[in-house]
């Protein structure tokens, strides 16, 4: 009997999406009660950045992944070469 019981209280998502009040989430009621007292100052929708730099070339962040693959590649060459077989 107590088996019934369980799946008739098995939660119906449809039946909770058709509830016609919907009750606020705790986090949403809290930032209620707190901004009555003191509301947020308003933000820019995008901010300007802090600090100001140099726009770098393209070519440089190119320049440096090559780098970085002739590297590993001469690495893993010399490695190979002076292993023992």
Do not use: C, H
Not at 14 to 21: Q, T
Request: proline share 12%; glycine share 4%; aromatic share 10%.
């Amino acid at each position: 009997m107590a088996e019934q019981d369980d799946e008739e209280r098995e939660f119906d998502i449809r039946w909770a999406d058709g509830a016609e009040e919907k009750e606020p989430s705790a986090r949403a009621r809290m930032l209620a009660a707190r901004w009555k007292e003191n509301p947020p100052e308003p933000q820019p929708f995008r901010p300007e950045p802090q600090r100001v730099r140099r726009p770098r070339s393209p070519w440089v962040s190119t320049v440096v992944v090559f780098g970085i693959v002739a590297a590993v590649i001469v690495l893993l060459g010399y490695t190979n070469f002076r292993a023992p077989y």
